[in-house]
């Protein structure tokens, strides 16, 4: 089994940063992607990140978020930045396992762990 734990939710305004980090523990996989996911109330769980050997963004996360992860520390981040209101959601981190040389899933379906989840509010 794989847990994930999610953390740096929070509340903060338009334009304002938050930095989320996703760190893994129990078994160790040599082949997967980890992605992040958010759900806003009453949506679907979307896609925002992933990252294997480089990196995917939502077309929503393009120039504002970046992905990078410390392989040492089995951990994960997502950099948030110009945050607005329309982020506000619950974001997941997961691991796809699998070799990813080319696109890694985009549908939740795809990933077989997930975290519980880390709130991001933001006000306008």
């Known amino acids: 089994q794989v847990q994930l734990a999610e953390s740096g939710g929070g509340l903060v305004r338009a334009g304002d940063s938050l930095r989320l980090s996703c760190a893994a523990s129990?078994?160790?996989?040599?082949?997967?992607?980890m992605g992040w996911f958010r759900q806003a109330p009453g949506k679907e769980r979307e896609f925002v990140a992933a990252?294997?050997?480089?990196?995917y963004y939502a077309d929503s996360a393009k120039g504002r978020f970046t992905i990078s992860s410390d392989n040492a520390k089995n951990t994960v981040f997502l950099q948030m930045n110009s945050l607005k209101p329309e982020d506000t959601a619950v974001y997941y981190c997961?691991?796809?396992?699998?070799?990813?040389?080319?696109?890694?899933?985009?549908?939740?379906?795809?990933?077989?762990?997930w975290g519980q989840g880390t709130q991001v509010t933001v006000s306008s």
């Open positions: 129990g078994r160790t996989f040599t082949r997967y992607a």
């Open positions: 997961a691991i796809a396992l699998g070799s990813y040389t080319g696109e890694v899933p985009k549908s939740p379906f795809g990933y077989d762990y």
């Open positions: 990252i294997t050997w480089r990196t």
